[in-house]
């Protein structure tokens, strides 16, 4: 499923989610739902340890052989008690908002486990948005049929949480936090017309 103009579009996003960490420096970093690994290619800042992690290790298990300063380990993102407080430089978070039962726990939980100083940088999708629904109709519907499977099936199961509820969540969790965000591809039009937005949160505490 992404390969082609999905795999760069994909691709792509990574790449936007570390453009502000290039060529910096951090002792211990955090990925939560991290799902094949996909994210840790595009990483460019320098680390002293980074931990992928999801609730599904079997996902994980799949991925290529680890730099030593990298480990894979089983974790809800829901529930981060595994970890100290104030422990890692930056929690990342790729698609995954969407996905929880209970996101507001999860964000505290990121918040916690992040120094003062620290940042966490999420990737949402503009849920329930045309553009996004035009772009699953037309381009990944017709690609899942190829592969036997129900692309909107999948999505619709999957994804609870829509967009303007994921937003309203962010801003009232991190309400004290110094935070940047930005739409894609069209960062001046409403979500409607655009597939994801990028949320870097410097964390205040």
């Known amino acids: 499923m992404y390969t082609g103009f999905v795999g760069i579009y994909s691709k792509l996003a990574h790449l936007l989610m570390e453009r502000p960490y290039n060529k910096k420096s951090f002792d211990k970093i955090l990925e939560v739902g991290a799902g094949h690994g996909e994210h840790l290619s595009s990483v460019r800042c320098d680390f002293e340890e980074y931990i992928q992690s ?15 300063n990298v480990k894979n380990i089983s974790l809800d993102a829901q529930d981060l008690s595994v970890f100290k407080d104030n422990e890692f430089d930056r929690v990342i978070v790729t ?32 849920e329930m948005g045309l553009l996004l629904r ?72």
């Open 134 to 205: 035009l772009a699953r109709r037309f381009i990944m519907v017709p690609k899942s049929r190829k592969h036997g499977q129900d692309h909107m099936r999948v999505v619709n199961m999957d994804h609870r949480n829509h967009y303007p509820y994921m937003k309203a969540l962010l801003e009232d969790t991190y309400s004290s936090n110094k935070v940047i965000k930005n739409l894609y591809p069209f960062p001046k039009l409403t979500y409607d017309f655009n597939l994801f937005e990028i949320w870097q949160i410097k964390v205040n505490k």
């Open 95 to 126: 698609c995954l908002l969407a996905h929880l039962d209970n996101p507001r726990a999860a964000l505290i939980e990121w918040q916690r486990v992040v120094k003062n100083g620290g940042f966490i940088t999420l990737y949402i999708p503009t």
């Open 54 to 68: 999801d609730i599904d290790i079997k996902l994980l298990k799949i991925t290529k052989k680890l730099p030593r």
